[in-house]
């Protein structure tokens, strides 16, 4: 019975091994029957989970207990001994390499890299702290109080293999009584860095068991370099590989799933291979993974799918070592390994709470939000798990002195697993409850309660515009509000009375709000990307930055702090400007040959000629293998004569060249520092020359020779033009990662745009103040301003660059299209679904091509802007037309382009450069005393870049300009005069007008209402040929029907009107309400845009027409009321 199984515990070369229970090796067993108790646990682990909705320590222990049984039948029945012989013969490193790759690729997987990369050196002290911590004290106990013959050696193994903390269990009961996103990364990151580290020297300690038994400590640190530096190498090469395959278009999701976990399990057999720590390459892989790494949706699948093997491998973990424990010797279960157990518990949970105590001053650094009740809670995660019991083979099959109870290893630590899953998690959820740290704080249940009541609101709404339809008309609508009113209860929370919320101040509130935002940012960094508006490294980068300044309490992130995050691109310029300096240009200006003077012609054609310089390289290259011999001891005193008459050769070749220049340059051959650094090599190979003929005539001077040998190394400063050759190159890769960095810039700017333009429309829904919403509004608004001047710079400083970038991502979201309206039309039974795969492959092609765009695109030339303008609609009639009247106009640095209260002298199109805009808020043609009180009269700025108009509402109404234009940079713009202008209306008449003002209303539209019109899909295009949206004007007391079948949205964009039944005023801009039947104009001119419900008929087409006739009737009889000089308000949107 003494004698052990060697698939676990390993066994002398040339002895059969036997098996734990004691059965000889050759007994006989049948084939199949293991798999099906594999399957069984498997399936009777899942039944406990799922339909008796036991707890995962609970079914774990079941299960364990179950194996235990088995082992003890195994050892007294050959019976059951055969249907387990194939577990007992399994190896325990293969059993180690079956479970742990996916379980910790799933593990570090979860890891916010982000977070952790911003806290390595604190999580990495704070896992070196534990690792220590648990391998002296546990250590010590195990030597101390175990009654079962352990040495040392087998006690620090055993304490080793104990202190690991599961990076699984640990975290998820902190998942769920909502503790910071940061302690559990910084909770896994610990588990995962000592699990690696423990593969690590249990790799060196069985790599080296091979060969000898004594190590010496500088072979154990090297050993640890080489095993850590390789198996991260290999795992972030294994996570690009993976990357590349999981973001290949062309790929299936079932393809891609069976793929990943393939080559998850292929880089950990390489690493181990290689005799390197697979665990620590699978950590790397899954932290460098990250959810932009995947295709939409995929993360979520692969995930799925780890969940589910990592569950079945806990299952099948538990019960073959159950199995294994139950067929060791029985004698040795006394009632002392009860008492040992204990005190192992007792002293693992000890040694956690020393660790957190150590480690509390570098966590209370980390956040403000710790303090000594978090400290609490996180004392009770170290709780062990699979890992540890994967490992607990190890410590017999290492040990020296081998012990006559191996499987009391594996017991215990199972147990220890099973007690600290089971006890640790509880207190941990019960401590969170009596501290009050599961209670949700009093600003984050309000932004809840607010989004909860914008729910309830868009529902109430669905139905109030669904009892419009006719065919809905016999539905029991109160039945439908019973059913459909939402009664969520914050969980873990204590209701907030209305003096709590009164108490609470404005920073407060602003702080959760600021948390809202970072979360609504990132979440539009990721659909960004996935829409492929945003490169993948830009949203990475711009995701990456938002974490790190997420804990910096009070921090909003601006476009700057964003730029010190990628670490900015002034080294590139600084080394190209280094380079260009360095550069040699052959400037013909120099000397330009005058009279009739041959000679000095002949060698002006000499030393200008491109052969002339390639001869020069050429005697360079040719000088390398003398120049070797010469430093080459060796075979210099054989060739000593020869490299002398050899040196003489090139020296005569340096003077022949340096002469040619003189004689033809004079004194300007100084003026090129190349030529400089010439003439100084040639001084000093002449120095060289007198250095040796005096060496040859006083031998005997050891001062002489010194300097002759100093001086012959200095013949290497020869080669130095040669650097003439690769300074050019080194320029244009220096151009190229200049415009990849200044690409990747502008991408990342504009993708930071959009998200502050995302969550100003949507903290309106979590924002209970006014005040609050209004402060968060100016810091949006404000980091926006200065994002949008950033992009302005950089596409001044770069235009052929950010003109490619507009170019491709243009590209990129037509094709994105498409492809929707692909899904959409095979979805519908359109197109069959074998054509539809070809046709999207056809697709997907195109924006594979995409990645050998070119970098840089040549601006076109001005009049190619002419197209721009999207009210001309690429006609070539209307761009001829203003082409022939059209101006270019040149402005320098600080010029104004037009001044506030000016009447405007045309408009202008901005070629290159950027401008902007200051001014009160827009009127929009609401007089003064009309509006409230309290409507902002700050300053507001706006930056206009390359495309945009300067002046097209004023001119359209001929009134004062109400913004100042200045130039920020040197811009060029296309002029447009008034009359010119007027003259294409009365030309191109009614239609011209009239487009004008459908972009101007369609852009206020979009600006102030996108959050209601995202569904719309509404574009200038659209508008014009599909009459999805048209303008209608409404002079004053002029009355106007809303036909609520036809019209989906109403939208005042210009002017104000009033409710005829309510006598409610609306001004602009405002979505006029549901219950609106009938409105009047109250403003001179009111423009409303009409949104249409579905798609017009031909009347519709007509009515549009006739409202189109009718608005161009009531602006040409107003006229003359435009040229009046009383106040009013022209748009101020940047493009207008």
Not at 541 to 570: E, N, W
Request: a neutral charge.
């Amino acid at each position: 019975m003494a004698k052990t199984n060697s698939s676990f515990w390993g066994e002398n070369e040339g002895h059969k091994p036997d098996l734990v229970c004691g059965r000889p090796a050759e007994s006989i067993y049948s084939h199949g029957h293991f798999i099906a108790v594999m399957c069984l646990t498997v399936v009777f682990g899942g039944f406990m989970r799922s339909f008796l909705k036991l707890s995962e320590v609970t079914a774990l222990t079941v299960l364990s207990v179950l194996g235990f049984v088995m082992g003890t039948l195994a050892y007294h029945f050959i019976q059951v001994h055969h249907l387990v012989y194939p577990l007992l013969r399994t190896s325990s490193y293969a059993l180690y390499c079956y479970v742990s790759p996916l379980i910790i690729f799933m593990a570090a997987l979860d890891v916010d890299f982000y977070i952790l990369k911003n806290v390595l050196w604190q999580v990495s002290l704070t896992g070196f702290i534990s690792f220590s911590t648990a391998f002296i004290i546990i250590g010590y106990v195990v030597t101390k109080f175990n009654n079962h013959s352990w040495d040392l050696q087998c006690s620090l193994l055993f304490s080793m293999t104990l202190g690991i903390t599961d990076s699984v269990h640990s975290v998820n009961s902190l998942k769920t009584i909502g503790i910071s996103k940061m302690y559990i990364d910084i909770i896994r990151g610990e588990s995962t860095i000592i699990c690696g580290v423990t593969s690590i020297l249990f790799g060196i300690l069985r790599n080296n068991m091979q060969q000898s038994l004594v190590f010496r400590e500088f072979h154990v640190i090297m050993d640890f370099s080489f095993h850590m530096l390789g198996s991260i190498f290999f795992g972030y090469w294994g996570a690009r590989i993976i990357q590349f395959i999981l973001t290949d278009l062309f790929s299936n999701t079932l393809t891609s799933v069976i793929l990943c976990i393939s080559l998850v399990y292929m880089t950990f057999y390489i690493v181990e291979f290689f005799k390197m720590s697979g665990m620590l390459a699978l950590i790397t892989v899954g932290m460098n993974l990250d959810s932009l790494s995947f295709k939409p949706r995929m993360e979520f699948i692969i995930t799925k799918f780890l969940i589910m093997f990592s569950s079945v491998f806990q299952y099948l973990t538990y019960t073959f070592f159950g199995i294994i424990v139950g067929c060791g010797e029985v004698n040795y279960f006394k009632f002392n390994i009860l008492t040992f157990t204990l005190i192992l518990f007792v002293t693992v949970n000890c040694v956690r709470w020393l660790t957190i105590m150590l480690v509390s001053p570098i966590l209370t650094r980390l956040t403000f939000e710790y303090n000594w009740r978090w400290g609490v809670i996180m004392s009770w995660s170290g709780i062990k798990g699979v890992f540890n019991l994967l490992l607990a083979p190890e410590i017999f099959n290492l040990s020296e002195h081998k012990s006559e109870s191996p499987q009391l290893f594996i017991f215990y630590i199972q147990l220890i697993s099973l007690m600290t899953m089971g006890v640790n998690s509880y207190m941990m959820t019960q401590f969170a409850r009596k501290l009050g740290l599961c209670a949700i704080s009093l600003p984050r249940q309000m932004a809840m309660q607010n989004a909860i009541n914008h729910i309830q609101e868009i529902i109430h709404n669905t139905i109030t515009l669904f009892k419009t339809e006719k065919i809905l008309t016999n539905v029991n609508w109160t039945l439908v509000e019973e059913k459909t009113r939402i009664q969520y209860e914050i969980s873990f929370h204590v209701a907030p009375s209305e003096k709590d919320q009164e108490s609470l101040t404005d920073e407060v509130l602003i702080e959760e709000a600021r948390l809202h935002v970072a979360i609504i940012q990132m979440s539009s960094f990721e659909k960004q990307c996935q829409d492929g508006i945003l490169d993948t490294q830009a949203a990475r980068i711009l995701i990456g930055a938002t974490k790190s300044y997420c804990p910096v309490q009070g921090k909003f992130m601006s476009i700057h702090d964003v730029s010190t995050y990628v670490k900015a691109r002034s080294w590139l310029i600084k080394f190209k400007n280094i380079l260009s300096f360095l550069e040699y240009r052959k400037d013909k200006t120099l000397f330009i040959p005058y009279g009739n003077n041959t000679f000095l012609i002949f060698i002006y054609h000499i030393v200008f000629s491109e052969e002339f310089e390639y001869a020069g390289h050429v005697i360079s290259f040719i000088y390398i293998y003398p120049m070797i011999i010469h430093l080459w001891p060796l075979p210099r005193k054989l060739n000593v004569s020869s490299l002398i008459f050899i040196n003489y050769y090139f020296i005569f070749l340096y003077v022949l060249e340096l002469a040619l220049k003189i004689i033809l340059l004079k004194r300007k051959y100084f003026h090129q520092h190349w030529n400089t650094v010439e003439f100084f090599i040639l001084c000093i190979g002449i120095v060289d020359i007198f250095c040796i003929y005096f060496v040859q005539m006083r031998p005997d001077n050891l001062v002489l020779i010194q300097m002759t040998v100093i001086i012959g190394y200095l013949r290497v400063i020869r080669f130095i033009p040669l650097f003439k050759i690769v300074i050019p190159l080194l320029i244009n890769v220096a151009e190229v990662q200049i415009k990849k960095r200044l690409s990747l810039m502008y991408s990342i700017t504009k993708g930071y745009v959009k998200s502050q333009e995302d969550a100003k429309f949507l903290v309106k829904q979590i924002s209970g103040r006014e005040s609050i919403y209004q402060k968060l509004y100016e810091i949006l608004e404000t980091n926006k301003r200065d994002a949008v001047k950033e992009l302005g710079l950089i596409e001044h400083e770069c235009r052929d660059v950010v003109i490619a970038l507009k170019t491709r991502q243009a590209i990129q979201t037509v094709v994105a299209k498409a492809l929707k309206h692909l899904a959409f039309m095979c979805s519908r039974g359109i197109i069959d679904k074998h054509e539809g795969i070809e046709m999207n492959k056809v697709l997907l092609s195109k924006i594979k091509a995409l990645n050998n765009f070119p970098m840089a695109i040549p601006p076109p030339t001005p009049d190619k802007y002419l197209h721009n303008i999207v009210w001309l609609e690429n006609k070539e009639v209307l761009i001829e037309f203003f082409k022939e009247r059209a101006k270019l106009a040149y402005f320098d640095y600080g010029d104004v382009i037009c001044k506030e209260g000016e009447m405007p002298l045309g408009i202008y199109l901005i070629i290159s450069g950027m401008a902007v805009l200051h001014s009160l808020p827009p009127s929009f043609g609401i007089d003064h005393p009309v509006k409230s009180e309290g409507d902002s009269q700050s300053m507001f700025t706006e930056y206009c870049t390359c495309g945009d108009i300067i002046g097209e509402l004023s001119c359209l109404l001929k009134r004062e300009i109400e913004y100042t234009a200045t130039c920020e940079t040197i811009l060029q713009a296309c002029f447009i005069s008034l009359e010119d202008l007027y003259e294409g209306f009365d030309v191109f008449w009614p239609f011209l007008e009239y487009k004008i003002w459908l972009k101007l209303a369609l852009s206020t539209a979009l600006q102030y209402f996108e959050s209601a019109l995202v569904d719309e899909g509404l574009t200038f295009q659209k508008c014009v040929e599909l009459n999805a949206a048209y303008v209608d004007t409404l002079s004053n007391c002029n009355e106007m029907t809303i036909d609520k079948v036809t019209m989906k949205f109403v939208i005042v964009v210009f002017g104000s009107v009033i409710d005829t039944k309510t006598e409610v005023p609306y001004l602009a801009p405002c979505i006029l309400p549901k219950t609106c039947e009938q409105i009047q104009g109250t403003s001179d001119l009111s423009k409303l845009l009409v949104i249409q419900a579905s798609k017009p008929a031909d009347d519709n087409g007509s009515k549009v027409m006739d409202s189109i006739s009718s608005s161009s009737q009531v602006a040409d009889k107003e006229y003359p009321w435009k040229r009046k000089e009383s106040e009013t308000g022209s748009h101020y949107r940047k493009a207008h």
